[in-house]
């Protein structure tokens, strides 16, 4: 099944401890994307790549990392994660077609 | 920076007629779109439409553009308790680069 997949579902973590989300997808897009989701602010980007080792900045980068070292893969890293990154966050994919991203079903994320 | 504003809710009868509205400010975005999601789960695409188009229609979806007010809705004909949902506008100048997401309209379908 074509399908973008995030891990963990659900996290919960104390302020400054680093963590890492992962993103992986089966079907070859070469554009990936991280978006968090916040109430009443819809899905703002955070991340994108448009290939291997290609990676640029979106609308809300602070306190992000991404790396893109093989096509499948996109990981995100809070290298010292605060309460204002709690949030529900978003992997999506994109072969480049007028058919957008496909989304993972999100993190949960939250930081105390 | 470009803003998308929807509406936050809507209230619906199951079998009537729904409408979701979305205004956007950049008349340069190429690709509109319109994404479901509902509780727990990802955003799924629903239909979108090109800019040098005025509408479109998908079974009980129809997209209409105004690309003059830069307005852009969502129609969904018999509404259904699985509509229930949020639904999200979002432009883009480009198919795979930055998505612009309005903030969601939650939509309740009601028996």
């Known amino acids: 099944e074509a399908q973008v997949t995030q891990n963990p579902r659900y996290l919960i973590t104390v302020t400054g401890k680093k963590l890492t989300v992962t993103c992986s997808q089966n079907?070859?897009?070469?554009?990936m994307s991280w978006y968090r989701q916040d109430p009443g602010l819809g899905l703002r980007q955070i991340y994108y790549?448009?290939?291997?080792?290609?990676?640029d900045k979106g609308d809300v980068p602070e306190g992000y990392k991404v790396s893109r070292k093989e096509k499948r893969n996109f990981p995100l890293i809070l290298e010292s994660p605060s309460p204002n990154q709690t949030s529900l966050y978003f992997c999506a994919s994109s072969t480049g077609s007028s058919y957008g991203y496909t989304f993972g079903s999100g993190t949960r994320l939250t930081v105390v | 920076g470009e803003d998308v504003e929807q509406s936050l809710f809507l209230s619906v009868r199951e079998g009537d007629s729904s409408v979701i509205n979305c205004t956007y400010t950049?008349?340069?975005?190429?690709?509109l779109y319109w994404y479901k999601q509902e509780p727990g789960a990802g955003l799924q695409l629903l239909t979108y439409?090109?800019?040098?188009?005025d509408m479109k229609q998908d079974q009980r979806l129809t997209v209409l553009l105004n690309k003059k007010d830069k307005h852009l809705s969502l129609r969904i004909a018999d509404t259904q308790t699985g509509d229930s949902a949020i639904y999200f506008c979002a432009e883009s100048f480009d198919s795979w680069g930055k998505l612009q997401f309005g903030a969601g309209t939650q939509v309740v379908v009601t028996p």
């Open positions: 439409i090109f800019s040098n188009m």
């Open positions: 790549s448009m290939n291997v080792e290609v990676t």
């Open positions: 950049d008349s340069s975005s190429t690709y």
């Open positions: 079907m070859n897009h070469e554009y």
